[in-house]
């Protein structure tokens, strides 16, 4: 695949993206920790339901140390409506105990120390705050860019270093928030994410 032929692709996936007008999980919240907390929060899960459950999480415990303190119960009971929310709660709670004694890191080695947070997480911290450019590799952007023959690699690692190779650095982070928001309006119908990307692959 040719770099200059797959920035085009982007591009005009990028169109469908932007029409959709949608917010995701990590965006928009006031706070890093904030960020980092919801993007847990979202694996496997629609992010207009993070979104709102994140909200009320917030706002009931408006600090990592308050977060961290917190019961065990009480936090499941917000995360209710979150896939693996047992899980999930438990991670949240372990995190944010570390982040209020020792503070956020802001590298890929720091933060996966912290409970729930793999590379994917790290990786969409890291660029939603601007400290690096990465390419976080969820199942959209697996699928999509296989689909598009930008990657041949059969797990996310392997993924996200074929991306590397083949897109200027401009675009890493750019990468994943386009691919997530096609996939999210345009997947829901294997048919027509298929048409749209092969009408992009004929241009």
């Not at 949608?22 to 960020?35: D, F, S, V, Y």
């Amino acid at each position: 695949m040719d770099s200059k032929r797959a920035v085009k692709e982007y591009r005009e996936i990028a169109k469908f993206s932007k029409k959709t007008n949608m917010r995701l999980a990590a965006e928009g919240w006031n706070k890093p920790w904030k960020i980092l907390i919801a993007t847990i929060m979202s694996a496997q899960t629609r992010d207009e339901v993070t979104i709102e459950v994140a909200t009320k999480l917030f706002r009931e415990f408006g600090t990592p140390k308050k977060l961290g303190e917190a019961k065990l119960d009480d936090i499941e009971k917000i995360l209710k409506r979150i896939n693996y929310f047992r899980t999930k709660s438990k991670n949240i709670i372990g995190a944010c105990m570390m982040i209020a004694e020792d503070g956020l890191g802001e590298s890929l080695e720091d933060l996966i120390k912290l409970p729930g947070v793999g590379r994917k997480t790290a990786n969409v911290f890291l660029t939603e705050i601007g400290l690096k450019k990465a390419i976080p590799v969820d199942t959209h952007v697996f699928r999509i860019s296989h689909k598009m023959g930008w990657a041949k690699g059969n797990i996310p690692d392997k993924v996200e270093k074929e991306l590397e190779e083949l897109f200027p650095k401009s675009y890493w982070s750019k990468l994943n928030p386009t691919l997530v928001r096609f996939g999210k309006e345009y997947g829901r119908s294997k048919r027509q994410e298929d048409e749209i990307l092969k009408s992009i692959k004929k241009m």
